[in-house]
């Protein structure tokens, strides 16, 4: 009678969709939080396996050769494609940074002369003097910019460590992944096969099928939208003649991927640029072309994602948010990643 009332008991616990999605969530947290950096490898060879498997299938008809050579082959000309991505943002990054100090000079310089002129204007007008603004102002500044070529460039400069530290994790990560998606690729098919027909991992199944969608999914949207912006921006910045205007607009393609960034954080500070150099023309643009891929995006993600990830956009605000101060900067990916497994878990 004990087990009887044990058993229901439980049953009940585990229909209960509250009780339910608490230990799901709990669950996922501690999977991402301490298990996911340890196999994160694994989990990108097996969903770069799922992308390219059915492509490497198609070829395999046409060149009669091994899957895992064609895996290999095809992973490594992504990877060299990437890195060559890197390389070239990584070379152009390296060049501007290696002009920051005379930019910030020029830049202070510029808005010193912003400032006389603003000040002037303002003289006399509402009782203020625009001699005493300007000496208040140019004081605080002052200040800012010693602060900046005191403390923040030598630190900027002296993360060379850091940045070769995590130039060779990521290379090793790479190195990981590429091994893991060839040797993967040999028992994928059957890996899937005992997934789908077995009674107890089904629900594992439908789980991963639904994050897989979503990832393609997200994947494929986000590519498009970033090459569509990245080569709007850099052509229109490039024919407004603005310095470096395609390496500029690649970043900001590349930045309007991550939330919270977008392309204003290199269009703003480039209009305020132009707007101390007296270029308001060139201002304009950056504020037009800001504007532009913001709606860019607006207008593509329904059209390219819509409904059919079966999530409110609020939620994966949310999950963006929650997972930048659970896990930090790579909470951007953890946050959406967790939210989907735990809605597909609660499905399945």
Known sequence: ME??????KFTVLKENKLIKCG????????????????????????????????????????????KKFLAA???????????LILWILGYSSSMQMEKISAF?????????IFLHECCYSLDGRFGWKGYEIENFVVEKMTVIMENVQVQVIPRMLS???????????????????????????????????????SEDMSFVWK????????????LKAQG????????????????????????WGILAGCLDVLPFIGTGVVLVPMAVWQLLNGHYLRMTVCILLYIACIVIREFLEPKLIGNRLGIAPVLMLLAIYAGIRLFGVAGIIEGPLALIVIYELNKA
């Open 23 to 66: 230990v799901i969530t709990l669950l996922v947290y501690l999977f991402f939080r301490f298990l996911f950096p340890l196999v994160a490898p694994f989990c990108v060879a097996f969903l770069l396996i799922t992308l390219f498997y059915p492509m490497l299938s198609r070829i395999q008809k046409k060149i009669p050769m091994k």
């Open 3 to 8: 087990d009887k009332e044990r058993v229901i």
């Open 73 to 83: 082959g095809v992973l490594l000309l992504c990877l060299i494609f990437l890195a």
């Open 159 to 197: 993360s060379s460590y850091t940045c070769v530290k995590g130039i060779l994790e990521a290379v090793a990560f790479l190195f990981v992944t590429l091994v893991a998606a060839i040797l993967l690729e040999k028992d994928y098919a059957l890996f899937l096969q005992w997934l789908k027909t």
């Open 207 to 218: 789980a991963l099928e639904g994050v897989l969608h979503y990832i393609i999914t997200f």
């Open 104 to 112: 910030l000079e020029m830049a202070y310089r510029r808005l010193q």
């Open 224 to 247: 498009i939208i970033l090459l569509i912006i990245a080569v709007f921006g850099s052509a229109v910045l490039w024919a407004t003649g603005i310095y470096g205007g395609v390496f």
